[in-house]
């Protein structure tokens, strides 16, 4: 029996209503289209007169309705003769018309159609804001752990030598060449430099080119088909930019930090550096400390944009330009093909210095009232145990104002007669206003 929702998108108003007031029913036995009609009961009808007005809107409605059941059958014939072929009909079949329901899908209350759900679910918040992750994914695997074995202080237990420093570095070359500090690495004749890669790997590192005014380095391991970091622009970096500071503080291989850029040129005067190649020093408030130098500090765009160098207080931390270490790795590869490279002519004392700066002057005057007429030197900050410094001995705190009788301006020029054969007469402060003269004999390279 057809109903009023089966032909609600058929036919005009007019027809909708005719066939409420009949039935069609189609008997497959004779092919035959019985028509039962429903008269109203009305004052003229209980008489036996039947409403001839009455006839259209039957009519009308059994042809509708004839016209869609016979339409299913041929469509039948035509589908079991040629599955292949498609039929196309000028008036939907029945079949088309009757609402096709699964066994697990609800049936319609009658509320309206419901819109499904989409097909793909939508990403988390997880998955589309954490930028980070991704970005550490993509450049974690050229960073490298850089450890220093010295091999004349040996473990008690085990004999092995003992880890001196530690530091960080990062693949500029997949044919093992690796970009890191120069304080990481030099000044370390009887030590052994261990490269870690990030997937277990280590291998003996040999350093290839140094350049101490700039505080970079050069480290080659023999290993190939290194991924490689990718090296972006430090021109265009503008202050508030988010970057990630990759490395080993403290030993702690593979930490992420994250911060800022909070100046992009800061010159290396207002830091108390003197006698430095590099122009400017990329400010983060990302966190770095020891063991942080060398690491890459990198863009959003997985580019290295500088090289971690230094701390000065938690939310202070200073990188090099990489624009400044383009220049360094061109310079050393062109070197490299003429025959140059390291200059292995500087001998060891093992000290870590820092330069005097009237900032530091200043407060030193103000803490242990050091002589008013100092106003250049350097400071011994650390001691390698067993070094010639060490053994002559220096100590950490110790102010040094001439060597040789050479005034010291700062860390370049303890570098300079470091180049040479003479032993070192240090002049020093100590125990406030106390000079005293040591002699140090450095170690030769060879």
């Not at 058929?10 to 209503?17: C, E, V």
């Not at 991704?134 to 202080?153: F, N, Q, S």
């Not at 160098?309 to 990489?322: W, Y």
Request: glycine share 8%.
């Amino acid at each position: 029996m057809l109903s009023r929702n089966l032909l609600s998108k058929f036919g005009p108003k007019s027809l909708r209503r005719s066939l409420v007031q009949c039935a069609v029913e189609y008997d497959t036995g004779c092919n035959q289209i019985v028509i039962k009609t429903t008269q109203r009961e009305n004052g003229d009808q209980r008489k036996g007169k039947t409403d001839r007005k009455g006839l259209l809107p039957i009519i009308s409605g059994s042809l509708l309705g004839a016209a869609v059941i016979s339409q299913v059958e041929p469509e039948e014939e035509a589908i079991k003769s040629n599955p292949k072929k498609t039929v196309r009909s000028d008036f939907p079949s029945l079949a088309s018309l009757l609402p096709v329901v699964s066994a697990a899908e609800p049936i319609d209350s009658g509320q309206g159609d419901q819109t499904p759900p989409p097909p793909n679910k939508p990403k988390s918040r997880r998955s589309q804001f954490n930028f980070i992750a991704d970005l550490v994914e993509e450049t974690a695997p050229g960073l490298v752990y850089i450890e220093i074995k010295d091999t004349g202080v040996r473990d008690y237990f085990t004999g092995q030598p003992v880890t001196s420093s530690n530091g960080s570095g990062f693949v500029v070359g997949s044919d093992g060449l690796i970009l890191t500090n120069a304080h990481v690495v030099i000044n370390k004749p009887r030590a052994n430099i261990l490269v870690r890669l990030q997937d277990g790997r280590v291998f003996a590192g040999r350093v290839e080119d140094v350049d101490v005014k700039s505080d970079l380095a050069t480290v080659r391991i023999p290993c190939k088909n290194l991924p490689e970091m990718k090296l972006g622009s430090s021109s265009d970096l503008r202050p508030g930019e988010w970057v990630v500071a990759m490395g080993s503080p403290l030993a702690l291989s593979n930490t992420i930090t994250t911060g800022v850029v909070s100046n992009i040129a800061r010159p290396p005067d207002e830091l108390g550096l003197q006698g430095r190649d590099v122009p400017e020093y990329i400010q983060t408030d990302a966190a770095i400390t020891f063991g942080n130098s060398g690491g890459p500090l990198i863009n959003l765009d997985g580019e290295a944009i500088g090289i971690n160098s230094m701390k000065v207080t938690p939310g202070i931390s200073f990188a090099i330009p990489i624009d400044y270490a383009k220049v360094f790795l061109k310079k050393s590869a062109d070197a490299q093909k003429t025959g140059g490279g390291l200059d292995s002519s500087r001998r060891y004392i093992g000290i870590t210095m820092i330069t005097l700066n009237p900032q530091i002057i200043e407060e030193l005057k103000t803490r242990i009232q050091i002589p008013q007429n100092i106003n250049h030197g350097i400071i011994i900050y650390r001691i390698v145990l067993s070094s010639p410094a060490d053994n002559a001995g220096l100590k950490p705190g110790d102010i040094v104002t001439h060597i040789n009788g050479k005034p010291i301006h700062g860390s370049r020029d303890v570098y300079k007669l470091l180049e040479g054969k003479e032993d070192l007469n240090f002049t020093l402060i100590r125990d406030q206003t106390k000079f005293h003269q040591i002699t140090v004999r450095p170690e030769s390279p060879h």
